[in-house]
């Protein structure tokens, strides 16, 4: 799908790789971008500098947990500036620990990374199926194709987030939606702060290849959010579902595909070096 001309919505608009597909978009000539975030003054700074370079934008503070807040995004975007045509179901949190997090923490993270996504395709489906086109940009990540060292959480709802951009391309590609799932390795932003916080600093996020950790992430490269936009926006362009910014990560996936008692003992070894380091 082109860009030029469309209106399109950005969730987790607010830093990160969302706020830079939301500039980018605006550069690429959108009719309108619609920044949403949780932490409403970011949006409104984010939509403030797309507009400051010429283009429109509207920010909208919104829970992406909350199906309201989601239905009334997709109907802000339109008032303004037409049907929706790109949604970049972007939002997503992590939450370090295995089984042992607490249920609320599970649900919240549950609600954010996967549920959310789900009231974004409800809220876009019926228009997008009357006119025929639309186009869903779901933010996984490679641990949704990989896992997650440290963290169950984030390696099950991105497994989970993947899953549902797969289900939805199937089921509606053939009646006018576009899928994508966005599958990045680790890229500068506030929530890698918080893994390398949260998680140590050896287990960047989503650095899961064979070797894993810091190695891998050395390797396949911690990359600019901006540089992660642009090609998201080529991928766009290109009808692409799998957008993969580290390419390495195909690579990683056949493996695991392919010999996956291979990949399992691979991974428990990396697992236990991060557990002693020794
Ligand atoms: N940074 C990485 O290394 C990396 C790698 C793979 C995937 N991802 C994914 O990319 C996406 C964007 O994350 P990022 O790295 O840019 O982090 P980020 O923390 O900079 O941005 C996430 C944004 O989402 C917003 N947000 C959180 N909960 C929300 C909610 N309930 N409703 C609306 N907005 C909410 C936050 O306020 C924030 O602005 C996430 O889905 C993340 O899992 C990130």
């Known amino acids: 799908m082109?860009?030029?001309?469309?209106?399109?919505?950005v969730t987790g608009g607010a830093s990160g790789i969302g706020r830079s597909i939301a500039l980018a978009l605006g550069d690429a000539g959108a009719r309108?971008?619609?920044v949403a975030d949780i932490d409403g003054p970011g949006a409104v700074k984010v939509a403030?500098?797309?507009?400051?370079?010429?283009?429109?934008?509207?920010?909208?503070?919104?829970?992406?947990?909350?199906?309201?807040?989601?239905?009334?995004?997709?109907?802000?975007?339109?008032?303004?500036f037409g049907?929706?045509?790109l949604f970049f179901s972007n939002a997503g949190i992590i939450v370090a620990g295995g089984v042992e997090v607490a249920d609320d923490a599970w649900q919240r993270i549950w609600a954010i990374n996967v549920h959310s996504h789900i009231y974004a395709a409800r809220a876009l489906l019926p228009?997008?199926?009357?006119?025929?086109?639309?186009y869903m940009v779901i933010t996984a990540s490679a641990a949704g194709l990989l896992t997650q060292l440290g963290s169950a959480p984030y390696a099950?709802?991105?497994?989970?987030?993947?899953?549902?951009?797969?289900?939805?391309?199937?089921?509606?590609?053939?009646?006018?939606?576009?899928?994508?799932?966005?599958?990045?390795q680790a890229v500068t932003s506030n929530l890698l702060a918080t893994s390398r916080r949260e998680l140590g600093e050896s287990a960047l996020p989503d650095s899961v290849g064979e070797t894993g950790g810091s190695a891998q992430a050395a390797v396949d490269g911690v990359l600019d959010p901006d540089d992660v936009a642009a090609i998201v926006l080529d991928a766009v362009r290109a009808e692409q579902f799998l957008i993969l910014?580290?390419?390495e990560v195909a690579t990683y996936e056949r493996r695991r595909a392919d010999d996956?008692?291979?990949?399992?003992?691979?991974?428990?070894?990396?697992?236990?070096?991060?557990?002693?380091?020794?």
């Open 2 to 9: 082109e860009i030029a001309d469309q209106v399109a919505v």
């Open 32 to 34: 309108g971008v619609v």
């Open 48 to 80: 403030a500098e797309i507009e400051a370079a010429g283009h429109p934008a509207l920010a909208m503070s919104a829970d992406m947990t909350q199906e309201a807040d989601v239905r009334a995004l997709v109907a802000a975007g339109e008032d303004v």
């Open 83 to 85: 049907p929706v045509d």
């Open 127 to 134: 228009g997008i199926l009357a006119r025929g086109r639309g």
């Open 156 to 184: 099950v709802t991105k497994h989970a987030a993947v899953a549902l951009a797969e289900w939805l391309s199937i089921t509606y590609g053939d009646r006018g939606l576009i899928v994508s799932a966005l599958c990045p």
């Open 245 to 247: 910014p580290h390419p």
């Open 260 to 278: 996956r008692e291979r990949w399992l003992r691979g991974m428990r070894r990396f697992q236990s070096q991060l557990s002693d380091p020794a």
